[in-house]
């Protein structure tokens, strides 16, 4: 039996002599392209590398499909074939931060632990900015033994993404690193704001950060020592139990959730006086930053960001902002006075709309009852 339309074929279209149009060519790419990434979603990962496969073969050089391919032969188990599917990536685009960081990821899971620190590094190098590259980082060096390394790689990735913190937590790449004090701080940090989101119980506790009891426990010892939460007892129907808060000076400057069961809450914002204070440094930030002086800008800064300060507020109340302004610290950190010329407009613009922003929310609340 002939191929279906092949050539001799009596059914057979006649041959388009046209020359091959390159929109025509292009959309063919990128709808085989969608396919491949449908076909990843619904996890059919043979049929999404023949997808990518037929979109390189329009284009050989087309990064997007070589990267996902890769990640698709990752979730295979076929991790010297993802490395090779991302070296083809990065041979058009040797600056590509993701391919970086997906190979670092194979070797990972081949345990060469050196040449994944490898592809995290050039990942960094790329793009300073790029938290979970940070993170990988922190988790490589850990398993090779550089505990301390591996912890200040940790803590620049939660510096970049709080949320990194809660993950760490849970992440058996640093069991060897549990004991550490560097690593019992960050248990802490997540200990002591899931109380202040109003899980304030132990089971609480374990049940949103997915921490061992244990573990918790001695965290809120060691909080409870430094006067950070206070232990409270609470009757109940078969005797009390305990539970614990924020002493009142650090609640009333970070604000925090009450919770009448395990998914509904209250949300306390930041008091007046909290939101004047962010409001005063918002205004002395601007001036530093007017006058191109890098120490004070990034002093100002830390004050916005860091969870000691007004950190915990910004987060809650102008979550996007908070972001940003913690992006731009650590790129000033990095690039300093250069970096602050540049982008001088821009952060005057950044502070100038939060600081409207918090304006209008203050101007808006009804003057305090006495």
Same mark, same amino acid.
């Given at each position: 039996?002939?191929?279906? +339309?092949?050539?001799?074929?009596?059914?057979?279209?006649? &041959?388009?002599?046209?020359?091959?149009?390159?929109?025509?060519?292009?959309?063919? @790419?990128?709808?085989?392209?969608?396919?491949?990434?449908?076909?990843?979603?619904?996890?059919?990962?043979?049929?999404?590398?023949? #997808?990518?496969?037929?979109?390189?073969?329009?284009?050989?050089?087309?990064?997007?499909?070589?990267?996902?391919?890769?990640? $698709?032969?990752?979730?295979?188990?076929?991790?010297?074939?993802?490395?090779?599917?991302?070296?083809?990536?990065?041979?058009?685009?040797?600056?590509?931060?993701?391919?970086?960081?997906?190979?670092?990821?194979?070797?990972? @899971?081949?345990?060469?632990?050196?040449?994944?620190?490898?592809?995290?590094?050039?990942?960094?190098?790329?793009?300073?900015?790029?938290?979970?590259?940070?993170?990988?980082?922190?988790?490589?060096?850990?398993?090779?033994? /550089?505990?301390?390394?591996?912890?200040?790689?940790?803590?620049? #990735?939660?510096?970049?993404?709080?949320?990194?913190?809660? /993950?760490?937590?849970?992440?058996?790449?640093? &069991?060897?690193?549990?004991?550490?004090?560097?690593?019992?701080?960050?248990?802490?940090?997540?200990?002591?704001?899931?109380?202040?989101?109003?899980?304030?119980?132990?089971? @609480?506790?374990?049940?949103? !950060?997915?921490?061992?009891?244990? &573990?918790?426990?001695? $965290?809120?010892?060691?909080?409870?020592?430094?006067?950070?939460?206070?232990?409270?007892?609470?009757?109940?129907?078969?005797?009390?139990?305990?539970?614990?808060?924020?002493?009142?000076?650090?609640?009333?400057?970070?604000?925090? !959730?009450?919770?009448?069961?395990?998914?509904?809450?209250?949300?306390?914002?930041?008091?007046?006086?909290?939101?004047?204070?962010?409001?005063?440094?918002?205004?002395?930030?601007?001036? #530093?930053?007017?006058?191109?002086?890098?120490?004070? !800008?990034?002093?100002?800064?830390?004050?916005?960001? #860091?969870?000691?300060?007004?950190?915990? $507020?910004?987060?809650?109340? +102008?979550?996007?902002?908070?972001?940003?302004?913690?992006?731009? @610290?650590?790129?000033?950190?990095? /690039?300093?006075?250069?970096?602050?010329?540049?982008? /001088?407009?821009?952060?005057?613009?950044?502070? !100038?709309?939060?600081?409207?922003?918090?304006?209008?929310?203050?101007?808006?609340?009804?003057?305090?009852?006495?």
């Amino acid at each position: 039996m002939g191929r279906l +339309f092949g050539r001799g074929d009596k059914d057979a279209p006649p &041959e388009d002599t046209r020359e091959p149009d390159y929109n025509d060519n292009d959309f063919q @790419k990128q709808d085989l392209y969608r396919k491949g990434l449908n076909h990843m979603s619904n996890e059919k990962f043979l049929d999404a590398i023949r #997808s990518f496969d037929l979109a390189l073969r329009l284009d050989s050089q087309y990064v997007d499909a070589w990267i996902k391919r890769g990640y $698709a032969n990752f979730h295979l188990g076929e991790y010297s074939v993802s490395i090779a599917s991302y070296d083809r990536a990065l041979q058009t685009d040797v600056n590509n931060a993701e391919a970086w960081n997906l190979k670092g990821l194979a070797y990972y @899971k081949m345990k060469n632990y050196e040449k994944a620190i490898e592809c995290c590094e050039k990942a960094i190098d790329i793009n300073p900015n790029d938290g979970m590259s940070w993170y990988n980082k922190a988790c490589y060096l850990t398993l090779s033994g /550089k505990i301390d390394e591996g912890l200040d790689a940790l803590k620049r #990735s939660i510096e970049i993404d709080i949320q990194n913190a809660r /993950k760490a937590v849970r992440d058996r790449d640093f &069991e060897s690193a549990r004991a550490e004090e560097g690593f019992r701080r960050i248990v802490e940090v997540v200990v002591l704001e899931s109380i202040r989101q109003g899980y304030d119980y132990v089971g @609480k506790i374990v049940w949103v !950060t997915g921490m061992d009891k244990v &573990e918790i426990e001695d $965290a809120l010892m060691r909080l409870s020592m430094k006067g950070l939460v206070i232990p409270v007892a609470r009757k109940n129907f078969t005797g009390k139990d305990e539970y614990y808060e924020l002493p009142k000076e650090i609640a009333d400057k970070i604000g925090v !959730t009450k919770r009448t069961g395990l998914f509904s809450s209250r949300q306390i914002s930041a008091p007046m006086q909290q939101l004047k204070d962010i409001k005063e440094v918002l205004g002395q930030a601007r001036e #530093s930053i007017e006058k191109g002086d890098l120490v004070s !800008t990034l002093q100002y800064f830390d004050e916005l960001v #860091s969870p000691a300060k007004h950190g915990s $507020a910004m987060m809650e109340q +102008f979550f996007d902002a908070h972001r940003d302004i913690r992006l731009y @610290k650590i790129r000033l950190q990095d /690039k300093g006075q250069e970096y602050l010329n540049a982008h /001088k407009s821009d952060l005057i613009d950044l502070v !100038t709309r939060i600081n409207h922003s918090i304006g209008a929310g203050v101007a808006s609340r009804p003057p305090a009852k006495d």
